[in-house]
């Protein structure tokens, strides 16, 4: 059993779970700009899709998060400035 803990708290666990949880953190903050689109009755188109569910960047998530609740068109997240 010692083992096993002494694995759990290893370096290299630790590293593996901050992965796990930031994988878990950009799935959420893709899912959220796309509900956003959604509710706002922009169009998504399966290339946009792909695009927001590919990001793994969580602060350009929250930008386009942002952008979502104002942008006229889907293709506004993706502006620069």
């Known amino acids: ?22 994988e878990g953190q950009a799935v959420k903050g893709a899912k959220d700009v796309l509900r956003v689109l959604s509710l706002r009755g922009l169009e998504v188109t399966p290339k946009t899709r792909e ?16 952008r979502a609740v104002t942008a006229s068109r889907t293709e506004d997240l993706f502006a620069d400035g």
């Open 51 to 66: 695009r927001i569910e590919a990001c793994k960047d969580l602060d350009l998530l929250d930008t386009w998060l942002d």
């Open 1 to 22: 059993m010692s083992a096993l803990l002494n694995f759990f708290r290893s370096e290299h666990a630790q590293r593996a779970f901050a992965e796990v949880r930031a």
